[in-house]
Every structure is written in C-alpha cells, then in structure tokens.
C-alpha cells in the first residue's frame, strides 16, 4: 500500500508514527545477552611494538572470541577498532562463553612474556533491543558498551539487573560494585564484576590479620606485595603491607613475595630473603609455591595473610576452563 503522505495532517502522521513504532517493537524488540570485549592498551602496544605486532595482538583476541563464540551458539556483530560487540539469545551461554574466552587468554598469555600479553576487559548486559538477526540497536546496547569501559584486564563487569538473572552457582562468583555514572546515562548503574576463575582454587582477597584489613586481589596474572608503595613515580607493589610499628614494618621488604595466575593455579613466588612461611613451610628466595583459599602466609613473623575466597563453603559451583 502507498502512503500519500502530503495528504496527511500533522495527527494523520503522528497517529502513523506511533502505529509503526508498535509494528516494530512488536515484530523486532526481544531480550538480548548483550557483550562488549575491548583490548587493554591496544595503542600503547601499536606504538611500542609496531603495526605488525599490534595488528597480531588483535587478531589473537578475534581468533580466541570466534573459538569459543562457535561453541555457545553467539553472534559477532561488529569487530570495529580494538574490540567486538556479541550478542547471544540467553544469558547463560554468554557468561560461559566471556568466562571461557579469559581462561583461554589466560592460557595462551602464560607462554609469553609480560610485553606480549593479552588483557581483555568485557562488559555484559542482558536487555530489550530492536533486532533482525543482523541489526541490533537500542539504549540497552549502549549501556552494554559504557559497562565494559569500566573492567580493567582480566575482568568481566556486568549490571546488576543482569546478574539477578543469573542461576545461583553463578550469582556466588559476583561481588556487587559502586554504582557508576556511565556516559550516556542520567542515573548511576549498579554494576557487578564476576569471577571467572574456579574459585576453589583462586584466591579472590586477601586478609592482613595483625591490621584487620581485608583486600580484593587485583585481577592482573601478578600481584607483588612489599611495603614499597612507589618506585621511580610508579607503584612498586599492588598490595602495599603496612604497620603502626617501624619496627616491624623493617622485616618485611620492599618487595617480598609475588602471586602468580597460572592456568592451573595461584603461585607464591618469593623475592625476598626475609623470613616467609607458606603453611608453615619456610620458602626461600626464588621459590615458589602453590597457594589456594586458606592458605596462610606469615612474613618476617610479623605479618599474617590469609588468602580467601568470595565463594560461600560448600556452594555449588560450575568450573570453567
């Protein structure tokens, strides 16, 4: 049929735009898993380490996504710039597949050096899009988008509202975050980052029991600890120990002991000849040794740290990776 539209009236139109908007919501508007992926630090690589290099590092982050995007039943929208927009038709498969997709980086960055890993953040929200299987749009995309901008590497952040959706083995791996004032947006977010590691076996916060202090782990593959907080106007230490008493803070170095990510675990490395005992085993200088939730460290004998896990015990839980 063909619309005359110099025919119609200023209502006639109105009228006509509302009943196209309903048409539309009613054939197109569905809820969509909604995920961003961006690489951390693309173009400080780019300008280190070529446009070869750089180009590579990209290419490993679409090669990786294309694995485990077969593998769940998503949809590569667009790849644009340093990063890619999925879309999946249930949550689920999305979580399983962004977790997947870190274990594998993870993975394939522990036979490369520190200059040539890949960091990935990834944002994640569940929300009503128009779609045709091709287009996707609408304000819930946009959200997805700003909600991956606020995970560092090695993390996957996702609203709130989405994680409420999630089936409870799940929900216990998510620790709520401060609402955020996401570009685009009136009213602050309230997001949630989830761990996707087994955490089981990975540590996710640390306790300093002579300071009462309790700290999440950073999400990177090292975390150093020392009593140094800067070196040459850097941070020398992502876990800074300290204490009233100089007296004691003069046995612990400046930096002490590192953990280490692996595939298969959290590593203590010691980097220091002060005392340092892994339950209750002394390990020297250059060694290093596995740790896991509950394992205790004691450093100098007079700092405790108790490594933790945000899992209930005994809460059921699937293993990725």
């Not at 380490?49 to 090669?63: I, P």
């Not at 204490?243 to 280490?260: C, G, K, N, T």
Request: net charge negative; hydrophobic share 40%; aromatic share 6%.
């Amino acid at each position: 049929m063909t619309i005359d539209y110099d025919a119609l009236s200023l209502t006639d139109l109105i009228k006509l735009q509302a009943e196209i908007e309903r048409e539309t919501r009613a054939r197109y508007e569905k809820p969509v898993a909604l995920v961003f992926t961006d690489v951390v630090g693309s173009t400080a690589y780019f300008e280190r380490h070529g446009d070869a290099a750089g180009r590579a590092l990209l290419q490993r982050h679409l090669d990786l996504l294309d694995s485990v995007m077969s593998l769940h039943q998503g949809r590569v929208v667009d790849t644009a710039g340093d990063g890619a927009f999925c879309t999946f038709q249930r949550l689920l498969p999305a979580v399983l597949a962004m977790s997947e997709l870190q274990s594998q980086i993870a993975t394939d960055n522990a036979r490369r050096s520190v200059d040539h890993k890949l960091g990935l953040r990834i944002g994640i929200h569940m929300g009503e899009v128009l779609t045709d299987g091709v287009i996707v749009t609408g304000d819930a995309v946009h959200m997805a988008a700003r909600v991956s901008n606020t995970a560092d590497a090695g993390e996957i952040h996702l609203t709130q509202t989405t994680m409420m959706q999630l089936p409870p083995a799940f929900r216990v791996r998510c620790k709520p975050l401060p609402a955020a004032r996401l570009k685009g947006f009136a009213e602050a977010v309230p997001l949630a980052s989830m761990e996707w590691r087994d955490t089981r076996v990975f540590p996710t916060r640390v306790t300093i029991e002579e300071t009462y202090q309790t700290l999440d782990l950073p999400s990177m593959d090292v975390v150093r600890f020392g009593r140094l907080e800067e070196h040459d106007g850097k941070p020398a230490n992502e876990v800074v120990l300290a204490h009233a008493d100089p007296q004691v803070m003069r046995r612990i170095s400046r930096w002490h002991f590192e953990l280490h990510r692996r595939p298969q675990g959290m590593f203590l490395r010691v980097v220091s000849r002060a005392n340092t005992e892994v339950d209750g085993q002394v390990v020297g200088l250059g060694e290093e040794v596995q740790v896991k939730p509950g394992s205790v460290i004691k450093l100098g004998w007079v700092i405790t740290i108790r490594l933790q896990s945000d899992s209930p015990a005994g809460a059921e839980e699937t293993i990725i990776g």
